[in-house]
């Protein structure tokens, strides 16, 4: 009979294991924190052992290294209600051999423990190096958060899949900042953002003279990913030819810029992503089979923000602050029902659209307390509309204008005005990093005129 060891603080949890457990025919015993389950490991040892993270005394990241440190062959499962991506990272960075989110299905935890006493290999034990901007507790997040954790200390290929908006070039980005390449480079290349008859320069670079317009030597992405990692971001829209050529740097680590005659050798980490059926694609002739399988070694498939509901509060708590800080606004704070209405809206761009409505909500909300009468009028009649940097702001704004024009009676320049003047004036000092000269240029001021503005707006 296996022996099991494990240790919480919540009395509710221990007692439901406990009776779980013994009914699936472990000998188990129950530890209220760490430091006693450390001063009983140094009489006896147990097959296996089940920690909490957050407990009273030794944390149970402590634990868990203690264990790594002494009693490698003992594996551990890391249990969390503190369901981000960091605790995952950390805790299979840290060696456990499988991290469970609480609450969690007690079948899938006994499976879990199975596979951990047949002798599977423990993760290693890599640190996990930074935290991530990733928000999620909903449960499709978890599997997500997951895969990450348990590839921070592989340098394996990923293809990434989930709908535009989703967030794939920021699991892309921690992948790579809780790898073994967390100090090289990270370069991250658009394909749908690339004319066709460019890709291969972008990729591998070019000699001078290698063709029209090539007057200069041009360093590719893979050269500038040396030692890194490489996102190819909408991997669906590669071209077939360039495909050839990508797939045979995987295979070789070398390649030929442009117009070149001397192999280039490199040590790159490839991941990919795509809003497309790659495999529907090879099907149709438009991606090479060959290289699919390639990419497709590991796959993280990216939930859509209609399949996480439950983030929204969370997600939009969070993008109110983020925009609240860095525009110097009020902090705004959602209603019930203004929240209610974004729970039940369809989300077509995803995570992405939510945060520019955060963005408009923070400009455009007259109180600080954002009520559904507040809310786009697209959303709050569930008409799916993007807003960006390119479509819909106007649309935002003249209503924002209309609403302030119907509650107001005179000065709505004097209201307006000032609004657009410190974007304005913060986009184009983000743009010239804080140099009033070149930003009082690019708005077509004076440099005074720049200085007076920014006196009276508190800049």
């Known amino acids: 009979m296996h022996k099991i060891w494990v240790a919480d603080d919540d009395d509710a949890i221990r007692m439901v294991l406990e ?31 089940i920690t909490d993270i957050k407990m009273p005394g030794t944390h149970g990241y402590d634990l868990l290294k203690h264990v790594n440190d002494n009693f490698e062959e003992i594996p551990v499962i890391v249990m969390t209600a503190f369901t981000d991506m960091q605790a995952a990272v950390d805790s299979y960075g840290g060696g456990a051999f499988e991290y469970l989110p609480k609450p969690f299905d007690l079948d899938e ?46 340098n394996a290929t990923v293809l990434i899949e989930g709908e535009s908006g989703t967030g794939k070039e920021l699991i892309a980005k921690s992948l790579h900042k809780n790898s073994p390449r967390y100090d090289m480079p990270f370069v991250a290349l658009n394909m749908a953002d690339i004319p066709k008859e460019l890709v291969e320069s972008e990729l591998f670079g070019h000699e ?35 495909q050839t050529r990508l797939l045979r740097v995987l295979s070789n680590k070398e390649f030929y810029r442009v117009g070149g005659d001397k192999p280039i050798k490199v040590d790159v980490r490839i991941l990919a992503a795509t809003h497309q059926d790659l495999h529907g694609l090879v099907s149709l002739s438009k991606f090479r089979e060959d290289l699919f399988y390639r990419l497709n070694v590991i796959r993280i498939e990216v939930p859509r923000l209609k399949d996480r509901i439950s983030d929204i509060k969370l997600l939009t ?103 657009l003047d410190k974007i304005l004036i913060q986009a184009a000092l983000e743009k010239t990093n804080g140099k009033k000269n070149e930003a009082a240029v690019l708005l077509g001021w004076g440099r005074n005129t720049l200085s007076k503005k920014m006196k009276e707006l508190g800049i």
């Open 19 to 49: 009776e779980s457990l013994k009914s699936a025919g472990f000998d188990i015993d129950i530890f209220k924190d760490a430091d006693s389950l450390i001063t009983e490991l140094n009489k006896s040892q147990p097959d296996l052992i």
């Open 109 to 154: 935890a006994i499976e879990i423990i199975h596979r951990a006493l047949e002798g599977k290999p423990k993760t290693s034990g890599l640190k996990a190096i930074s935290s991530s901007e990733i928000i999620g507790n909903a449960s499709s997040m978890q599997i997500v958060f997951r895969a990450i954790g348990k590839l921070s200390n592989t």
């Open 208 to 242: 001078k003279g290698a063709f029209t317009g090539a007057v200069e030597q041009r360093i590719g992405r893979f050269e500038q990913a040396n030692g890194g990692t490489l996102f190819l971001d909408e991997i669906g829209d590669m071209p077939l030819e360039c």
């Open 317 to 419: 708590t969070a993008f109110l602050k983020m925009h609240s800080d860095s525009l110097g606004e009020e902090l705004r704070v959602l209603s019930k029902e203004a929240l209610a209405i974004l729970e039940s809206y369809d989300w077509p761009g995803n995570v992405r659209q939510l945060e520019n409505i955060c963005y408009w909500l923070t400009l455009m909300s007259p109180t600080q307390n954002i009520k559904v009468e507040d809310l786009p009028t697209e959303i709050k009649d569930n008409e799916p509309i993007e807003f960006s940097a390119s479509a819909g702001w106007e649309k935002g704004l003249e209503l924002w204008v209309k609403d302030l024009a119907n509650s107001k009676d005179t000065n709505l320049l004097e209201i307006v005005g000032p609004k």
